[in-house]
């Protein structure tokens, strides 16, 4: 008897442990989220962020297109291209900008640039230039890259 007792109290000191525990970390997960969700709110955009340099300025569109820029952030810079970073190359010329869409070969352009690209790199890339709402975007077949920083 004493030794189904004993038995009992250890399964139950195991049970409440192990639920213990994972209480424990669903309270850590929820805390690791609020804190992101706070240093993400307190982030506050450029008060006055400059103009994006393109309005009305568009790349011919076509499947076989070069362009060369610097690789930057459109959101972190003008918190433009939705809620999260978007590569973009900055020329010295007309249009200013061509936002580059989401492929493989951007994935291993953020790889080396970084997610959120700093002006690190001078791009040169080849692909399919489109327009849509003022601004061009280039589908990347291939690029090459400089570090200039």
Known sequence: MKNIQTTLLIAAILVASVLGGMQF????AKQKAAAESARLAAQ???KNPPPLPQRGTLITAGDDVEVSGTAICAYCNWREGGSSCNTVLQMSTDPG???VLPNEQRTAMDKLTGTC???DYRITARGTITQYNGHNYLLVK???AVKTK
């Open 25 to 28: 970390d669903q309270w850590r």
């Open 44 to 46: 506050e955009p450029p």
């Open 142 to 144: 291939n690029f090459d």
């Open 97 to 99: 900008i061509v936002f």
């Open 117 to 119: 690209a700093a002006g």
